[in-house]
């Protein structure tokens, strides 16, 4: 079955302190990968993609995420968290012709001064 | 990127009623618009399929006669939510299909009372 899990439902770390949001996904054909943030009572803000290539793609905000073939994996990074980070993310997985979106169930970040 | 504008952004309807949620692409043509739902503290899930021309197609425990699509042009796909109940309260967001690509409209937060 095809599915994007996200194992950590909230998180919370301190402004200035590194960040990794874990994302394994399940998915039949090539997946094409990527990460949204979504604020409170907001849409979805594209972080990055990945499709083919550099298996570390760098996105906005600061954000990196590395692909990992063997671990089914798609980890989202950013190295100094800031308090406007504090949001919802969302890994999701697709194939390049289809677009139809499967999504994690988000990891909701919290960030303390 | 794509430009996609969906209408209205809040909206708040008595139960029983009905509202129409517009999703439009202003710089590309999109035949195929997927519509997803979110309900509070959950994931987005799709919820359908619209093709301009033709039938769209509903995701599983998604009722057709509630939650209608038109796709009448490529640049225009609505959903309108008939009936509405208080358990149809949701964020509902809209995604064109694009090669390569995964842009969403603004979503429209949904509240019936």
């Known amino acids: 079955a095809q599915s994007v899990t996200q194992p950590d439902i909230h998180i919370t770390v301190s402004e200035g302190a590194s960040l990794e949001l874990r994302c394994n996904y399940s998915y039949g054909a090539t997946p094409y990968l990527f990460w949204y943030v979504q604020s409170p009572g907001q849409g979805l803000q594209l972080l990055l993609k990945?499709?083919?290539?550099?298996?570390l793609v760098q996105g906005i905000k600061g954000f990196e995420a590395e692909f990992k073939r063997s671990q089914s994996s798609f980890n989202l990074r950013k190295p100094s968290v800031h308090w406007s980070d504090a949001a919802e993310y969302f890994c999701?997985?697709?194939?390049?012709?289809?677009?139809?979106?499967?999504f994690g169930t988000g990891t909701r970040l919290q960030v303390f001064p | 990127g794509a430009v996609v504008s969906q209408h209205p952004s809040r909206v708040i309807c008595k139960s029983g009623t009905s509202v129409k949620i517009e999703c439009r692409s202003l710089d590309f043509q999109a035949t195929t618009m997927f519509w997803y739902r979110q309900f509070p503290k959950q994931s987005l899930m799709l919820m359908a399929t619209s093709n301009e021309g033709s039938k769209a197609t509903y995701e599983q425990g998604v009722e057709k006669d509630k939650f209608l699509i038109n796709h009448a042009s490529l640049t225009l796909s609505t959903l309108t939510v008939t009936s509405a109940h208080p358990e149809d309260s949701s964020f509902y967001i809209c995604?064109?299909?694009?090669?390569?690509?995964?842009?969403f409209g603004q979503g429209t937060r949904l509240t019936v009372v």
């Open positions: 995604s064109p299909q694009v090669p390569g690509e995964a842009f």
């Open positions: 990945y499709f083919s290539g550099d298996t």
């Open positions: 999701a997985v697709g194939s390049y012709n289809t677009d139809k979106l499967i």
